[in-house]
Nanobody, 119 residues
Framework: QVQLVESGGGLVQAGGSLRLSCVVS????????MGWYRQAPGKEREPVAT????????YYPDSVRDRFTISRDNAKNTVYLQMNSLEPEDTAVYYC????????????WGQGTQVTVSS
């Protein structure tokens, strides 16, 4: 039973920081690439960071590059998103994603955590 449980969202002023956490259970976590996505009201869900299974490589879109950092601790089955220099445009529900592999190739999502950045 694969489950992703997220925490760390909240209300922060522009320029502030938040650290999101996602704990994975029921999966061979060390074998899975992971990602963080966000969805603002009226917009489609978009990726903000992805990381390889080993943690050696990560990718970011231009909108968050140099402000957000994704990391993982395979011993703790946890992936993190450190968000610095937050802007009101970062306000969204943030979701953790597990990229599925053999045998089902099914992806899994967390429940989402709200991040609100005030101006």
């Amino acid at each position: 039973q694969v489950q992703l449980v997220e925490s760390g969202g909240g209300l922060v002023q522009a320029g502030g920081s938040l650290r999101l956490s996602c704990v994975v259970s029921g999966s061979s976590f060390r074998l899975n690439a992971m990602g963080w996505y966000r969805q603002a009201p009226g917009k489609e869900r978009e990726p903000v960071a992805t990381i390889s299974s080993s943690g050696n490589t990560a990718y970011y879109p231009d909108s968050v590059r140099d402000r957000f950092t994704i990391s993982r601790d395979n011993a703790k089955n946890t992936v993190y998103l450190q968000m610095n220099s937050l802007e009101p445009e970062d306000t969204a529900v943030y979701y953790c994603k597990l990229f599925g592999g053999y045998p089902t190739f099914r992806d899994y999502w967390g429940q989402g955590t709200q991040v609100t950045v005030s101006s």
